[in-house]
């Protein structure tokens, strides 16, 4: 039998106001507080979304890692993605993990959001529909969700003390409603993110308390963004719950303080720890109930669904005849460029994961094509960016001999106090031991290649580089914010170049102190010289021309698109624009693959035989893409987010605050609707997306009115006009007349998708829930449903909608 609320209630009785303020703050980084006297457990929680972390940032703990949240929305499918959450629960666990910090609710509101790959859309109904999918499939394994960053939080740069000015309406019906959805799907946690809104900090806001839970009936645990809890009493009194992380902060004993001198009413305090108890027993951690049973890793469970999920979300944006590709038909292919052989499968920051393994795109295709065609490799230009962490790859553990780098820990005479052998240079966490007081990585490189080469070590404080014994760098680097994301995962690195010898062994030593404030993170990158772009990209041209195909992935770098910061431009650069053109023009059947998590420019989109949007595809990732590109499935993704032919275009852009403010000035017009304000034409629409069929939309059937309040549906019949059975999202948006009330000139309302063989009609049932004809009144404060006309619009996305048909909104009863 589970816990009911009186057990909690006399769970609670048992605990002096003192105890009960004492749980309420985290007893370690990833743990809170337990409680013998009631039984209560930690609960371990982890970052996600697109894997399971766990608690330590180290190579060996590995994890199923999914494409991105951008490529789950891509799909519209929500069935899939309540199944991916369900292998997402099982990750967790099977590392023991009891709440998911997952999924991102935050909008697409610029295309220059730095973390635009870890939130579904720009649309806060499709990233409504798809964030609740996930947390139904996280939750039915047994496992707590955590909606978030409340609210608001929609961009990197000053988000730490950002504060955001948006207007009511804006704030209900945009932002605020993927949250809503999210607790209407039951989900467990609420996460409290650093911004401000309207001047409060988001973890001592009102907002946290109406609407989210007098409203919305949240039941929950609100729980800070890492750090975000700044002072004691204002977030108290709020509506936060649960101030992470732990030991240290300003709840814990100023808490308890507070409670017994009255700054902090006790009753507040209650529901906090009532609250707590609830998601303790929900997670099998309170009491004699026992957790949820820990799943075995399987691989072939984890790999079949990883890979389905890179076609469902892949976005075939323009297709000239070239796709698919048929294996029977192709002596030779050529696979060009630097993200072919180093696909970036995911976003970086603090979502960040060890996968178990990365299919690249160039494996992918390898595989599917040994033994019937030969696959051609030709690097082209290096991206721009820092030198990747060294891997097994590079460097051998100087003292085992083993792949990979030597890690030790020194005190400050630089005596050993620990060391251990390390697959890679990317060192996050390393373990503490008593008196220590430097971390240093060392690696034995033999160089394959000649030259000057790019070394380089991230972290802050002292820091220092040497080669055989001479040293390159040494210095003092303060951090520049105080961002945890920056501090602690992805700091900025120092490069210095040196010359080595191709095969000749050169030992690469880094050292960092471990001062406070410093953070945790030191890592060790080395690059080769960088080929000449005119030379190497000539190479890539006479290697399409020989081919009977060309396959060019070109992308983002980690420190393009991660958390901490926002982007500044949407260029790839003029080396990887400069490849495209090249090898597109020696072969018309070339097909760009953009392994990006945000809009790119693409200058060469019209010159491409096809261009193909992979994301960030996790660990699957090539063979999925394989499976699209020779037509073994269909590629099943719509745009979740408008894309600019050029950042100038687009209606919002703007991410930086000016005297600590960002104002959304915009209103409702985020993503396709701003672009229909502005009367401007984008390179691809919202919910843009194409298959290996054609089809033709034939009527759209509406009821000639519908009640406020009350759900509508409609039908839609579309014919498969192709030569191939196929998949068609089909997507249904309103509008209204122009009148008082501000409104978008259209907005989505719902979609369905339908499967249909060569010359079949399928008919979509679209059901419009009742929220799609609300609108806020800042003057009631409250919804309303205005009684008229209104305009039905269906078709394949926010700029192709031929069925147009017309209903009438009559009052409720």
């Known amino acids: 039998m589970g816990t009911s609320e009186d057990d909690i209630d006399r769970l609670l009785g048992t605990l002096t106001p003192r105890a009960r303020a004492l749980l309420l703050h985290g007893a370690t980084t990833w743990r ?20 399971v972390r766990g608690q330590s940032w180290d190579e060996r703990s590995t994890s199923v890692l999914l494409p991105c949240a951008t490529a789950l929305a891509a799909t519209w499918d929500e069935a899939l993605v309540e199944r991916l959450g369900g292998l997402l629960a099982a990750e967790a666990r099977r590392k023991g993990v009891h709440v998911l910090l997952a999924p991102t609710l935050n909008l697409h509101r610029t295309p220059l959001g730095g973390r635009h790959f870890e939130c579904f859309s720009e649309d806060p109904e499709l990233t409504g529909r798809i964030g609740a999918a996930l947390i139904r499939g996280i939750q039915a394994g047994g496992v707590a969700a955590t909606a978030k960053h409340y609210v608001a939080n929609d961009s990197e740069t000053d988000r730490l003390t950002v504060d955001v000015r948006v207007g009511e309406r804006a704030l209900r019906e945009v932002y605020l409603a993927p949250f809503e959805a999210a607790v209407a799907a039951g989900v467990r946690l609420v996460m409290a993110g650093y911004n401000a809104v309207d001047g409060t900090t988001m973890t001592a806001s009102d907002l946290l308390t109406g609407p989210l839970k007098d409203e919305w009936g949240f039941d929950g645990v609100v729980v800070s963004d890492w750090g975000a809890v700044r002072d004691t009493v204002p977030t108290a009194r709020a509506g936060l719950d649960l101030a992470m992380p732990g030991p240290d902060g300003p709840w814990g004993e100023a808490l308890a303080d507070a409670v017994a001198d009255g700054s902090v009413p006790g009753a507040a305090v209650d529901d906090k720890a009532r609250r707590l108890l609830r998601l303790a027993a929900r997670c099998g951690a309170l009491g004699d109930a026992p957790p949820p049973a820990p799943v075995p890793a399987r691989t072939r469970d984890t790999r079949a669904p990883a890979r389905r999920a890179v076609a469902a979300g892949a976005v075939l944006l323009s297709n000239r005849d070239v796709l698919p590709l048929d294996p029977d038909r192709l002596g030779t292919v050529a696979v060009i460029g630097a993200h072919a052989a180093r696909t970036r499968t995911q976003g970086g920051g603090s979502a960040g994961v060890f996968p178990r393994h990365e299919v690249s795109v160039l494996d992918g295709l390898r595989a599917a094509l040994r033994g019937r065609a030969r696959v051609v490799h030709v690097p082209g230009p290096r991206p721009d960016g820092p030198p990747p962490p060294l891997d097994t790859a590079l460097c051998t553990d100087p003292r085992s001999g083993r792949p990979g780098v030597l890690l030790r820990l020194l005190d400050a005479t630089g005596a050993e106090l620990y060391a251990e052998h390390r697959t890679t240079g990317r060192l996050l966490e390393p373990r503490l031991v008593p008196g220590a007081h430097t971390v240093e990585i060392s690696a034995l490189l033999r160089p394959r290649t000649g030259g000057h080469w790019t070394l380089g070590v991230a972290g802050f404080g002292r820091m220092g580089l040497s080669l055989d014994g001479r040293p390159l760098l040494d210095g003092v680097f303060p951090p520049a914010t105080d961002d945890p994301a920056v501090v602690h995962v992805n700091p900025p690195a120092q490069y210095v170049t040196a010359d080595l010898t191709a095969g000749r062994d050169t030992l690469l030593v880094a050292r960092r102190e471990l001062a406070p404030g410093t953070g945790r993170a030191t890592v060790v990158g080395a690059a080769p010289p960088a080929p ?71 200058p060469w989109r019209e010159a491409a035989g096809a261009v193909l949007l992979a994301w960030f595809p996790g660990q699957e990732a090539g063979g999925g893409i394989a ?52 009367h ?15 089809w033709n939309y034939e009527e759209l059937s509406v009821p000639d009115a519908t009640r406020a309040g009350e759900d509508l549906t409609v039908c839609v019949r579309v014919r498969n006009t192709g030569a191939r059975a196929g998949r068609e999202v089909v997507q249904v948006y309103l509008a209204r007349p122009p009148g008082p009330v501000d409104r978008p000139s259209r907005w989505l309302a719902g979609y369905a998708a339908v499967h249909a063989g060569p010359g079949e009609t399928a008919t979509a049932r679209v059901r419009i829930p009742a929220r799609a004809l609300r609108h806020w009144s800042k003057e009631e404060h409250a919804w309303r449903t205005d009684p008229g006309p209104c305009r039905v619009l269906a078709g394949r996305s926010a700029g192709d909608l031929p069925l147009t048909a017309h209903v009438q909104v009559v009052p409720a009863r």
Not at 32 to 51: F, K, N
Not at 640 to 667: H, I, K
Not at 680 to 694: D, E, N
């Open 32 to 51: 809170t507080r337990a409680e013998p006297a009631v039984g209560l457990r930690e609960l371990v929680m982890s970052d996600g979304p697109a894997g």
């Open 627 to 678: 499976d699209v590109l020779l037509g073994r499935t269909e590629p099943g993704g719509r745009l979740p987010t408008t894309w600019p032919a050029a950042l100038a275009d687009a209606p919002v852009t703007r991410t930086r605050p000016v005297d600590g403010r960002l104002v959304y000035d915009e209103g409702l017009h985020i993503g396709y609707r701003g672009w229909l304000r502005e």
């Open 532 to 602: 000449d772009v005119a030379a190497s990209t000539a190479e890539a041209a006479r290697a399409a021309r020989a081919a009977d195909a060309a396959v060019v992935v070109v992308g983002t770098t980690e420190h393009g698109e991660c958390e901490g910061h926002d982007r500044t431009d949407l260029a790839l650069g003029d080396g990887q624009d400069a490849l495209v053109h090249a090898v597109a023009a020696a072969n018309p059947r070339t097909v760009v693959v953009v392994n990006s998590g945000g809009p790119v420019e693409m």
């Open 680 to 694: 401007r034409t984008p390179a691809y629409w919202f919910g843009h997306g194409l298959g290996y069929t054609t």
